[in-house]
């Protein structure tokens, strides 16, 4: 089955660490993106790359970066210089063209110990 | 700046009571809308959506109608089941200035269904 997969689905950081969120897609998307989530705030974007090999910053990107090698991947690191990283974290993945719907993953929950 | 502007929750009814979400947009130009439906600890999942005016999206009950001249997209369920509770995302999509599409959200409403 065609879908985006996060993984993992819970991780814990060390203050001053960088950790890598993982997202892969099979829906031979272009478009990729990556969503911080937290409580009363909805949904705002980080990154997103609507071709490999390019990306953009969104609203939120200080403390994040991101690559974009191939075409299905697209990795969210987390740096230390991101003074608040605990947060659930979607990623989602549509078609270039068009106005067409985002598909999600099932998201990582990242908590700073 | 396009924004997203919906209805604060968290709304509490009843089983087979009506359900109303407002939501409402401000965007340059004509963007597509969209309500997303997430479950406790998962991603978003399509609802439904409507890409032009007075266009009505349904799905599972639900329905919403692209009216430009209010500029909103309310999520309208007749009676609404345990099952449906979930928080809800309005959300419409606008082209940068780059020529990419990418998706302005609301903050979003849990609902929660009493039996």
């Known amino acids: 089955d065609g879908g985006i997969t996060q993984s993992p689905k819970y991780l814990f950081r060390k203050e001053g660490q960088n950790v890598t969120l993982s997202c892969e897609q099979n829906?031979?998307?272009?478009?990729m993106y990556w969503y911080r989530q937290d409580p009363g705030q909805g949904l705002r974007l980080i990154y997103y790359s609507q071709i490999v090999n390019d990306f953009q910053k969104g609203d939120i990107a200080e403390g994040y970066s991101v690559s974009r090698e191939k075409k299905e991947s697209f990795p969210l690191t987390v740096t230390s210089a991101q003074k608040n990283p605990t947060a659930f974290y979607l990623c989602?993945?549509?078609?270039?063209?068009?106005?067409?719907?985002?598909?999600f993953g099932q998201g990582t929950r990242l908590t700073v110990v | 700046g396009d924004s997203v502007t919906q209805m604060e929750g968290p709304v509490t009814l009843s089983e087979e009571a009506c359900l109303t979400i407002n939501c409402t947009y401000t965007a340059t130009g004509y963007p597509s809308l969209f309500w997303y439906v997430q479950y406790p600890g998962e991603g978003l999942q399509l609802l439904l959506k409507?890409?032009?005016?007075?266009d009505k999206g349904s799905n599972k009950g639900f329905e919403a109608t692209y009216r430009k001249e209010t500029t909103s997209f309310h999520l309208e369920k007749g009676s609404v089941q345990v099952s449906d509770s979930a928080v809800y995302f309005c959300?419409?999509?606008?082209?940068?200035?780059?020529?990419?599409?990418?998706?302005?959200f609301g903050k979003g409403t849990k609902l929660t269904v009493n039996p």
């Open positions: 989602a993945s549509s078609r270039w063209t068009g106005r067409t719907e985002a598909f």
């Open positions: 959300a419409l999509s606008v082209t940068t200035q780059g020529g990419s599409e990418k998706l302005v």
């Open positions: 829906l031979n998307h272009d478009a």
């Open positions: 409507a890409t032009k005016a007075d």
